[in-house]
């Protein structure tokens, strides 16, 4: 039979729309959260991160909210283009002191703009 | 320009074989690190070094090994104690400081092991 973990969750957005990907993170002390993307054959690429002292940041086209209540991240993409294409992870980290050690991926979503 | 660069892209070896895969930095990040990607799944960390001559074990450190000679290098090898190796390696680095800071990876390399 097949495995669920080799299908990821799919978003099919409209060239042009906006873009919103969720990510349920899973430790209430982790303070650091970063999204990545993920093009085909290559490795992820930063794109946003957000401390756990604020609740939203902005970057160019991303918006990334932290919803710590509930323990929730989403990546907003404004105005999503075919070359936003690809897969996107979130991370958190519960390490201290700027180690890297306890990064834990999310399995990623796969995003695919329809021109 | 800076970055990181993993080779090769692409890497086929028969199993029982032991096989070590390159990653230089020139970012001048004192942290390096490697994790495996399968498909359809989220990253794994197999070792991490936050400075030269020193190295800790990640999650799934077993049936590989590393080294950090230099602040620039931390190969990978995967031993032929690995029992299930074929998948997408990527190494990353990144600053150390006070504050977190975001990875940055390289562009993989895809190990097939038959």
């Known amino acids: 039979g097949e495995s669920v973990g080799l299908h990821l969750p799919t978003l099919s957005v409209q060239e042009g729309d906006n873009s919103i990907i969720n990510c349920a993170y899973s430790?209430?002390?982790?303070?650091?959260f970063i999204w990545y993307k993920q093009e085909s054959g290559k490795g992820p690429q930063f794109i946003i991160d957000?401390?756990?002292?604020?609740d939203k940041r902005q970057g160019q086209r991303v918006t990334v909210l932290l919803n710590k209540t509930v323990k929730h991240l989403s990546l907003q993409i404004a105005a999503t283009q075919p070359g936003d294409s690809a897969v996107y992870f979130c991370?958190?980290?519960?390490?201290?002191?700027?180690?890297?050690?306890?990064?834990?991926f999310g399995k990623g979503t796969k995003l695919s703009v329809k021109p | 320009d800076g970055g990181i660069t993993q080779s090769p892209k692409y890497l086929f070896r028969k199993e029982g074989q032991n096989v070590t895969l390159s990653c230089e930095q020139n970012?001048?990040?004192?942290?390096m690190y490697w994790y495996r990607q399968d498909p359809g799944q989220g990253l794994r960390l197999i070792y991490y070094?936050?400075?030269?001559?020193?190295?800790q074990k990640g999650d799934i450190a077993e049936g590989y090994s590393v080294s950090r000679e230099k602040k620039e290098s931390f190969p990978l090898t995967v031993t032929s104690a690995q029992k299930n190796p074929t998948a997408f390696y990527l190494c990353?680095?990144?600053?150390?400081?006070?504050?977190?800071?975001?990875?940055?990876f390289g562009n993989g390399t895809r190990l097939t092991v038959t």
């Open positions: 990353a680095s990144s600053i150390l400081s006070g504050d977190n800071s975001p990875l940055h």
């Open positions: 430790n209430s002390a982790s303070d650091y």
């Open positions: 957000i401390r756990s002292n604020m």
């Open positions: 991370a958190e980290n519960i390490g201290v002191g700027g180690s890297q050690g306890n990064l834990i």
């Open positions: 970012l001048n990040h004192d942290a």
């Open positions: 070094s936050q400075i030269v001559n020193d190295f």
